[in-house]
């Protein structure tokens, strides 16, 4: 019985729980190449979630995530980690750049706005998973008034012998006639005279001020102050069937879904399975010591610190605890050393991961093994024009060795460098399919050299175009 209770409550963090480290990192092996370091590290910080979903009630509030800094160059896949292991466990998740932050006191983005925006996020989600659930009522509802639109209701007649009158018959059987007619989309292209609800407030200018929420949410909070003065007002408009149909269905489906069970949710999923991926967390550490006037890196580290070790954040949806969020911060680093952020903040990312280096046989697996392969992608794309792209193994690692050769001579942006090079290669396939005659094109060395023979040769001419 104990076990069964235990499981039940790991069922509320996400599907991830029915997954071991094994099964997280065999799923991320469908999207991102090689990178085993950072997969072991990121499936065993799933799984504690799942294990402290399980722990008995007084200690569970103890047990605080281990934050993951991703130490690499760009183009490795530490972004891509952190998404599919957030979709994979159906974690609110967001990525914010940590040099667009500006301490407190300096016109910007405050780091609380990243909190506020991640609830944002599970508010939609949740929302949308309400809506999914009461879309069914809805449009029988939908129908319905729709109905009522096509077919006006005849004026209430009393009884006579406790029957009802023809004319309510004949009414029904109009109304029934309707239906048939509309769900076999016989009605299409008929209008209806409907009210549409519509908002008489005027435009909100932009203002600028500080409040404690921060500088993020002035523009809504306007929105709801003066949603409140200029009450929401009904226009008739004619519109076709088809149109009205969904309109109203969308407002049936606002009114079944229960906003305060929705905010409940978001706030609840966010401080125990919320996900924020902090990257370029580099270019806010420095070994220089910065005075006067202008924005500090180390007073944005000072500001991010209560945020990553637990605090409350105030929120449109109510305060917001940080004390479970996971946080994986990521950056290059070729500057500055993890060492160089302030103690406090190094202390809050006990896990560090040194990313690999793509090579050769890491960009031929990218552009076979993926899901989302990039070979795959063009020959789906090529395919809707009738167009058949052969890759041969040779083709593909001829793209390879050039990828490589192009980020050892210029700057390294990892697998990024397969963009580039296979859009520069398939160029002229991809404009000149809707007009070719033969509709077969095999890549291989020599075609490859071809598109890209002048380029290579250039080292100016490759350091700006690949």
Do not use: C, W
């Not at 069964?4 to 996400?14: E, Q």
Request: charged share 35%; hydrophobic share 35%.
């Amino acid at each position: 019985m104990a076990n069964k209770t235990a499981k039940d409550k790991a069922a509320a963090a996400g599907k991830i729980d029915f997954l071991t480290p094994k099964e997280i990192i065999k799923e991320l092996d469908k999207y991102v190449i090689g990178q085993d370091k950072a997969k072991k590290s990121v499936a065993i910080a799933l799984r504690t979630r799942f294990r402290r979903n399980s722990v008995p009630d007084d200690i569970r509030e103890d047990i605080v995530p281990k934050n993951i800094l991703l130490i690499g160059p760009t183009g490795v896949g530490k972004t891509e980690i952190a998404r599919r292991i957030a979709k994979l466990s159906d974690s609110p998740f967001i990525k914010v750049e940590a040099s667009k932050f500006t301490e407190v006191g300096y016109m910007g983005r405050d780091v609380e706005s990243m909190v506020r925006d991640l609830v944002e996020t599970a508010y939609m989600n949740e929302k949308t998973k309400e809506t999914e659930q009461v879309i069914d009522k809805a449009k029988q509802n939908a129908e319905e008034l729709l109905l009522d639109l096509l077919v006006a209701p005849p004026p209430r007649a009393p009884k006579k012998n406790g029957q009802p009158e023809p004319e309510k018959n004949s009414y029904a059987n109009t109304r029934e006639k309707f239906r048939k007619m509309f769900l076999e989309g016989k009605l299409d292209d008929r209008f209806v005279e409907m009210e549409i609800k519509s908002s008489a407030r005027p435009p909100i200018p932009v203002i600028e001020i500080f409040s404690q929420s921060g500088i993020d949410d002035i523009g809504q909070d306007f929105k709801d102050i003066f949603s409140n003065i200029f009450p929401k007002q009904k226009k008739v408009e004619k519109v076709r069937v088809p149109e009205a149909y969904e309109i109203l269905a969308r407002e049936e489906s606002e009114r079944l879904v229960d906003n305060d069970k929705v905010v409940q949710n978001a706030v609840q999923r966010v401080e125990n399975s919320g996900l924020i991926f902090v990257d370029e967390i580099d270019k806010i550490a420095s070994r220089e010591k910065s005075y006067g006037p202008d924005v500090s890196r180390e007073g944005v580290q000072r500001d991010l610190l209560p945020i990553i070790e637990g605090s409350n954040v105030m929120t449109k949806y109510g305060i917001v605890k940080t004390d479970h969020i996971l946080f994986i911060a990521a950056g290059a680093f070729h500057v500055s050393k993890p060492s160089d952020l302030i103690p406090e903040l190094q202390g809050r990312f006990p896990i560090r991961v040194e990313m690999d280096s793509l090579s050769k046989k890491d960009f031929v697996r990218i552009l076979k093994e993926p899901k989302g392969a990039l070979i795959k992608q063009y020959y789906e794309l090529l395919k809707t024009e009738n167009v058949s792209i052969n890759f041969t193994e040779d083709g593909i690692e001829r793209i390879a060795e050039i990828a490589e050769e192009v980020n050892i001579k210029t700057e390294n942006i990892g697998a990024r460098r397969l963009h580039t090079i296979l859009e520069k290669v398939m160029e002229d396939v991809s404009f000149e399919a809707p007009y070719k005659a033969a509709k077969k094109v095999t890549v291989d060395t020599d075609y490859v050299d071809e598109r890209l023979k002048d380029i290579i040769k250039d080292d100016d001419l490759s350091r700006y175009i690949l």
